[in-house]
């Protein structure tokens, strides 16, 4: 599956936002990727999850994702390769709490764990993810993606990990303090998707 085939089906889904967001990032955006939308069709989910799977290396033991945006993707991508799918989440309230994997879920020592984001931007996330497995003696072999808008090829070349996107999008982003958007005082606050509905008008 190209790029313009994902774009194509965020636009049919009604996924793909404009406005004027806060990302998970604590950056701004004119445009969000509401991946929630688009992987409540469980055919769409399917399509993509096996177009990921048949671009990802063989030697995964686990899929897991970080809470709450890759709960459904990490288990599609489960389903497509036949694997466990688990979800790491927040030990406490605030972007600044911990992740952990709660809910009994365990990692046995030396299982090879792919690392599963519906779109990455930083990357932040993920690498979260990454050390929690590292932690509890699993090995990271790849992380994969729906959309990469992180303008790098492979953010995570430094962790000497893969990294596996079906979309690559250039869309910007900006510090708060120098959000173009916040100077206008015409696009209104910035808001994250999800937290006021009805504030984000699909494009």
């Known amino acids: 599956m190209k790029t313009e085939q994902v774009l194509e089906l965020f636009k049919k889904s009604g996924a793909m936002l404009e406005g004027h967001f806060l990302l998970s990032s604590g950056r701004h955006s004119d445009r969000y990727f509401q991946c929630a939308l ?3 069709h469980p055919k ?3 399509e993509l999850a096996r177009s990921l799977a048949a671009k990802l290396p063989q030697n995964i033991d686990l899929v897991i994702g970080p809470a709450m945006g890759a709960v459904t993707w990490s288990y599609e991508v489960g389903r ?3 694997l466990r799918a688990f979800f790491t989440e927040r030990a406490g309230a605030g972007k600044e709490a ?3 994997l709660r809910r009994g879920f365990k990692i046995e020592p030396g299982e090879r764990v792919l690392v599963v984001e519906d779109v990455l931007t930083t990357g932040g996330s993920a690498r979260e993810v990454l050390e929690v497995i590292k932690k509890l ?3 990271p072999v790849a992380v994969a993606s729906i959309v990469n808008r992180s303008g790098q090829k492979n953010p995570f070349e430094q962790d000497g990990l893969p990294y596996v996107a079906l979309a690559e999008v250039k869309v910007e982003s900006w510090d708060a303090s120098g959000c173009p958007l916040c100077a206008s005082k015409t696009a209104g606050p910035a808001i994250k998707p999800g937290s006021r509905p009805g504030a984000a008008q699909p494009a």
């Open 38 to 40: 688009l992987l409540a």
């Open 44 to 46: 769409l989910a399917d």
């Open 98 to 100: 911990p992740m952990e």
């Open 137 to 139: 003696g699993g090995v």
């Open 80 to 82: 497509a390769l036949g």
